[in-house]
């Protein structure tokens, strides 16, 4: 069983920054692509940024290049998510989760987190 765990989700202005962070239990972060992903309201969970600790594979959907970056601290079995320079648009719930491969489908992820909200105000 994988546990995650997210934080760091809070209320910003537009062009500003937030960095979550997601506390994965045992193996989760050796063992397992880690990703990101983000709801808005009525809208269809979306995948944001992956990140395999293999290869140190990293990648973003489109809307984020250039302004999120995605890492990982395998010490403390946490992956990060540093977002700059952050839209109305980026506001949500985002939810960390742990999938055998990379993938950006959210249906091929096995272990969730509980989520943490992004508000950011114009």
């Known amino acids: 069983q994988v546990q995650l765990v997210e934080s760091g989700g809070g209320l910003v202005q537009t062009g500003g920054s937030l960095r979550l962070s997601c506390a994965a239990s045992?193996?989760?972060?050796?063992?397992?692509?880690m990703g990101w992903f983000r709801q808005a309201p009525g809208k269809e969970r979306e995948f944001v940024s992956g990140?395999?600790?293999?290869?140190?594979?990293?990648v973003f959907a489109e809307s984020v290049k250039g302004r999120f970056a995605i890492s990982g601290d395998y010490g403390k079995n946490t992956v990060y998510l540093q977002m700059n320079n952050l839209h109305t648009e980026d506001a949500g719930v985002y939810y960390c989760?742990?999938?055998?491969?990379?993938?950006?489908?959210?249906?091929?992820?096995?272990?969730w987190g509980q989520g943490t909200q992004v508000t950011v105000s114009s």
């Open positions: 989760a742990a999938a055998r491969g990379l993938t950006r489908n959210y249906n091929e992820y096995d272990y």
């Open positions: 045992g193996r989760a972060f050796s063992s397992y692509v």
């Open positions: 990140f395999s600790s293999t290869g140190g594979i990293k």
